[in-house]
């Protein structure tokens, strides 16, 4: 399993990297990139929440899952 | 960050937020919020389109035709673009690049200590009272005195920046002219103090605080300007003082009212920075911002003209019942919690670090103080949601602790 940031998209809200710090880490202006790839064992729904929790949609986990009725997502 | 909710009457029961401005309950907006998400299209009656669904913001706002101004109309009694709030593209960019690693999670984690003394010391004043209005005592002095210490400015300075905040954040007139003319009058007062501050430390050895940092940085090999210099630091005067303030006594107010919940989190402050963001995605207290449209664009099915005015409305995307599961509730342990209570986009609050650092101490040292409180019995809580969310009077009585 593999978790990217696009970098174009990410603002810096930091939440991954406050949600899951073994996943992601801010660079020296915020923001976030994945310090963890592939995904290690026992992270892979910290992966899918950080995606889902991403206010700009910048995260994204694969292989996808089916969606959650509460994701923010199109 | 908000520019103020502007108080248009409504006149065609048209489904907009300034409708629901005058008939909502202003303890509780967020239903009124839940409506206006899951309207189709919704417009104000003065004609500016208001963007609520939490599906259609992201990808309105990273759109590279949205902007934060028109170039004419700038936020908050500035009289030249706020830097960064009204700026765009590679010139917004390039001073978020100066200005974005000042305020990551580990530069603003060196101030802990200080808004821990900070708290500390204004809970004093009360603590052997057994109550306080938590807005003067509390919430209203602390992120001023914290930002005076980011500065380097002498504490004795508070009223300067309280009365600056407040003439900005709510002005006084009876029309709106009379309200834009004494905003302006504040805001060229701060412009005032600022220029003199920055003759005096530019006189002195440097110092290691926020001034003294834009006095020696460089963008693209040049030092700052002081215009630039004050220009940044009014934006900041803004953004930090108010905004902190209101949260903190949303947070504190909610608190109150929820025993439970509470003891849950004086049980367990590792719970608090998720709990945090749960009641930022609840209380949204700023509300709403607005952008400008520079080019004719369709976002999921919907036509934003060129030259449109468009109000981004955070609180009712957080309310959005097609975003979040059941968004009335406030779950600490909600999944897929992608808030916009500090906006999104390009002009994501710059501060939101810096306030949520602010915001977790605060509460943690109220509740590790003060774990047991409660509305005075008899009174209630006033809120305000004009221009930003707020409980501006919050009076609570507690057991006082002895020995």
């Given at each position: 399993m593999r978790v990217t940031v696009d970098q174009s998209r990410c603002q810096g809200h930091a939440l991954c990297a406050m949600h899951a710090p073994d996943l992601f880490d801010l660079d020296d202006e915020g923001h976030s990139f994945v310090v963890a790839d592939p995904v290690p064992d026992g992270l892979g729904e910290a992966a899918y929440e950080a995606e889902a929790g991403c206010p700009e949609e910048a995260i994204t986990a694969e292989p996808r899952r089916p969606a959650h009725p509460g994701q923010a997502r199109s | 960050m908000s520019a103020g909710t502007e108080s248009s009457a409504p006149s065609a029961p048209v489904f907009c937020a300034a409708h629901l401005l005058d008939s909502w309950d202003e303890r509780y907006p967020q239903a009124a919020f839940?409506?206006?998400?899951?309207?189709?299209?919704?417009?104000?009656?003065?004609?500016?389109?208001?963007?609520?669904?939490?599906?259609?913001?992201?990808?309105?706002?990273?759109?590279?035709?949205?902007?934060?101004?028109?170039?004419?109309h700038f936020n908050l009694g500035g009289k030249r673009p706020l830097i960064p709030l009204d700026l765009d593209g590679?010139?917004?960019?390039?001073?978020?690049?100066?200005?974005?690693?000042?305020?990551?999670p580990k530069q603003v984690a060196r101030l802990e200590p200080a808004i821990r003394a900070r708290t500390s010391a204004l809970i004093d004043a009360f603590a052997d009272t057994g109550s306080a209005?938590?807005?003067?005592?509390?919430?209203?002095?602390?992120?001023?005195?914290?930002?005076?210490?980011?500065?380097?400015?002498?504490?004795?300075?508070?009223?300067?920046f309280l009365e600056f905040k407040e003439a900005v954040v709510r002005p006084v007139g009876a029309t709106e002219e009379e309200q834009q003319a004494n905003m302006r009058a504040a805001g060229d007062r701060m412009y005032d103090y600022l220029t003199a501050v920055l003759a005096q430390r530019r006189a002195e050895p440097p110092r290691d605080d926020l001034i003294g940092g834009f006095l020696t940085t460089e963008l693209d090999g040049e030092r700052l300007t002081d215009q630039e210099i004050v220009d940044i630091c009014y934006l900041l005067v803004i953004a930090g003082l108010d905004t902190v303030t209101s949260s903190l006594s949303c947070l504190l107010a909610w608190f109150a009212e929820h025993p439970d919940e509470r003891r849950q989190v004086v049980a367990d402050p590792g719970s608090l920075p998720r709990v945090i963001e749960e009641l930022m995605r609840f209380e949204s207290p700023v509300p709403l911002g607005h952008r400008w449209v520079t080019e004719d664009i369709d976002i999921r099915g919907r036509h934003f003209p060129a030259g449109s005015k468009v109000e981004v409305i955070w609180a009712a995307a957080n309310a959005d019942p097609n975003a979040f599961d059941d968004p009335q509730t406030v779950d600490f342990a909600r999944l897929h919690n992608a808030h916009v209570g500090f906006a999104a986009g390009p002009h994501r609050c710059l501060g939101s670090n810096l306030a949520r650092l602010e915001l977790r101490?605060?509460?943690?040292?109220?509740?590790?103080?003060?774990?047991d409180y409660e509305i005075t019995p008899g009174e209630q809580v006033v809120y305000t949601n004009y221009g930003v969310r707020a409980a501006i009077r919050l009076p609570v009585t507690f057991p006082v602790a002895h020995g």
């Open positions: - | 839940a409506e206006l998400a899951t309207a189709t299209d919704p417009v104000r009656p003065d004609g500016t389109l208001v963007v609520a669904a939490r599906q259609d913001m992201t990808e309105f706002l990273r759109h590279p035709a949205v902007r934060a101004t028109d170039g004419v590679e010139t917004h960019r390039r001073y978020r690049g100066l200005l974005d690693p000042l305020f990551t209005d938590l807005m003067p005592s509390l919430c209203g002095p602390l992120p001023t005195y914290l930002f005076i210490e980011l500065l380097g400015l002498p504490a004795t300075d508070l009223p300067v101490l605060a509460v943690e040292e109220f509740l590790r103080r003060i774990p």
